[in-house]
């Protein structure tokens, strides 16, 4: 028998076809490699479970006795599963995921063996984290870091091990992640937005963000990818020129897809379905070869576990099929690069979605204070959010003319524009009616409920609203999302609580709530209107006319990351206590250090 060389015996071990349980319903899929909180239930006492769906709705800590009962219910389900080993999965600054697997084992005094793992395990552990980026937050000499659970976020098996999200904590107590600022930051703006929605609704007791991203990627066969040492080493091609047709023909969005990318993309399906990550929308993107996913949108926090989780499996799933995914937002030049759009939105837990039209005229007020308050926030932090979807990589993607230009502005479309000019040139006594004793009557001009059809499809702006929430389009397709969703939650988060202190200084003079309330929006539609743009970001008028109006307007990649050390910046984070200047300047410092080692490889 010929000999098979070593090499294609792996290459064969990653083409295994994937076991598929045969005619199964997604709904009996979904989340089965997923620890939910429901599943908890039937491995914890009633007590232990209560306390536990306590800590994860509202937050909280967690004792030593309830952590070993979670332990040991973790470890049976998953042992149940056949997993083997456990990890503390978390977020370095490195933009990738980190796991160290340990084996679920201990030796008995006696030499047998007994599968081990108890909430001491489960709560904490400390890795030897000096080789992840830190800028400059330790030293290799105190090289602990703190891995600690976040119960917000469910435990899940991926490769027969049980994977706990964690936080990632120097020492000294500086975040080294992404999840831990972000964690902060939903936990601000959920507290700042219900704050305003107490001035409409008295029930309204929690406020949670939403994200719904969307995942753009190209697909190379691994044969033609493992031919170019610029693809393997830097993710994107430096020589060569364009094909002869690429996107010229138009032929390619929304085309029919190919047998062997429809496989792919089952596989992946299947396998994030598992994981209990809410996959719904596929096709062809614009370019050649390139295509998108989108799933449902989910809590913030969550919704950015599983982009995390869906870019690792691409890429191992990519490679059963004889393909390499390329998540490198500019891998070719000449044609569409990758993106990642970020969809956000608030909603509360009475089921309003804020960033919404609703049927009377209160709602929308509502609805239009904190659409004006969004405005303000991306205004006045404009360039703090352009850094916080840049990148080495991004840069190639950014201000060419198929991405937001590397200006951040806002679309809000006609109806809403219209909106916004009849509040800001009315008076209060115009807008607010006596009618009998049912108290104020609002003449605010009559907004559709359903504005997402209506909001026309500016593909040029940044950040786009869309009906019923904003769309930062911004944002890289190989980011960790997290970046852009602390920037954005603690600028919004930020302005809230300074509108309500406004209003309130309001009331306390004794102005009526309402009038207080159109009083402070009607100065912030005045305030924020250079951020408000519904022309063609990609023209050279609009890049004139922005430097006009004071944005950002920086192109340079790394000098744009020094937003984060701007004044106004490090008083958002510190006041609003979601990160320290120490923490920004690490933050910072390691962003500079990533972008110029990236270029030196491709140097
Ligand atoms: P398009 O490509 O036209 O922008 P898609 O259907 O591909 O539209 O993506 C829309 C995304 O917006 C989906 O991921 C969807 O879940 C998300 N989305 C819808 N409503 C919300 C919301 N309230 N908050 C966050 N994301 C949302
Ligand atoms: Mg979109």
């Known amino acids: 028998m010929a000999k098979i060389r070593f090499s294609a015996l792996e290459e064969l071990a990653h083409r295994k076809p994937l076991e598929v ?47 070993d009962q979670v332990a040991a219910a973790m470890k049976a389900w998953a042992v149940e599963k056949g997993a083997t080993h456990y990890t503390h999965w978390f977020h370095p600054l490195n933009g990738a995921t980190a796991e160290k697997h340990d084996g679920f084992i201990d030796l008995q005094k006696n030499g047998s063996m007994i599968e081990a793992f108890d909430g001491r395990m489960l709560v904490q552990q400390e890795p ?5 980026p830190n800028g400059g937050i330790r030293n290799t000499f105190e090289a602990r870091g703190y891995t600690a659970w976040d119960p917000g976020s469910p435990a899940f098996i991926n490769n027969n091990t049980l994977c706990i999200p964690t936080v990632f904590v120097a020492y000294t107590g500086e975040a080294l992640d992404y999840k831990t600022p972000m964690l902060k930051a939903l936990a601000l703006i959920d507290k700042a937005a219900v704050g305003i929605c107490q001035y409409f609704d008295k029930d309204v007791e929690k406020v949670t963000a939403t994200l719904g991203w969307e995942q753009e990627y190209f697909l190379v066969d691994e044969a033609l990818f493992n031919a170019r040492p610029d693809l ?17 023909l138009e032929d390619h969005y929304f085309g029919a897809i190919p047998t062997r990318v429809a496989a792919f993309m089952k596989d992946l399906e299947i396998e994030s379905l598992k994981l209990g990550i809410p996959v719904k929308t596929r096709h062809n993107e614009v370019a050649p070869n390139q295509f998108e996913l989108a799933p449902i949108f989910e809590e913030c926090n969550l919704a950015n576990d599983h982009n995390l989780l869906i870019m ?100 809000l479309g006609t109806q809403l524009t219209q909106v916004l000019d009849h509040l800001e040139e009315s008076s209060n006594d115009e807008l607010i009616a006596l009618s009998g004793k049912h108290g104020m009557k609002l003449d605010i001009p009559q907004i559709p409920e359903l504005l997402i059809d209506n909001t026309d499809r500016n593909r040029t702006s940044p950040f786009a609203f869309t009906g019923n929430r904003f769309e930062f389009r911004a944002v890289g397709s190989e980011a960790n999302c997290a970046s852009a969703m602390i920037a954005l939650n603690t600028a919004v988060a930020e302005q809230l609580i300074e509108f309500k202190s406004e209003v309130d200084a309001l009331i306390a003079k004794g102005e009526p709530k309402v009038s207080a309330i159109l009083d402070v929006v009607r100065k912030y539609i005045k305030e924020s209107k250079p951020i408000h743009f519904d022309g063609n970001g990609y023209s050279e008028e609009w890049k004139a006319e922005a430097l006009k109006r004071g944005l950002d307007c920086e192109t340079s990649v790394p000098v744009i990351f020094d937003n984060y050390l701007k004044e106004e910046s490090v008083k958002m984070f ?29 140097a």
């Open 21 to 67: 349980p045969k005619r199964r319903r997604v709904s009996e899929i979904f989340g089965c490699d997923v620890l939910t909180i429901e599943k908890m239930r039937q491995y914890l006492s009633i007590e232990a479970f209560k306390k536990l769906e306590k800590v994860m709705i509202e937050g909280g800590t967690i004792d030593r006795g309830l952590a």
């Open 574 to 602: 510190e006041s609003t206590g979601v990160m320290t200047r120490k923490e920004l300047e690490a933050r910072n410092e390691v962003k500079w250090e990533t972008y110029t080692k990236k270029i030196q490889i491709e």
């Open 312 to 411: 690792a499996l691409m890429r191992k799933i990519s490679r059963r099929h004889g393909f390499r995914v390329l998540l490198h937002e500019k891998p070719f030049k000449g044609v569409n690069g990758s993106g990642k759009h970020n969809n956000w939105s608030l909603g509360t837990d009475t089921g309003v979605l804020l960033m919404a039209p609703g049927k009377t005229a209160e709602d929308n007020l509502r609805f239009v204070t904190f659409i004006v308050n969004v405005l303000m926030a991306v205004y006045r932090h404009n360039g703090l959010l352009k850094a916080s979807i840049s990148s080495a990589t991004n840069a190639h993607r950014l201000g060419a003319n198929e991405a937001p230009p590397a200006i951040i502005s806002s679309f």
């Open 232 to 248: 393997k080493l830097c993710g994107r091609t430096l020589m060569g020129h364009s094909a002869a047709k690429d996107q010229q």
């Open 128 to 132: 030897d984290a000096s080789s992840f």
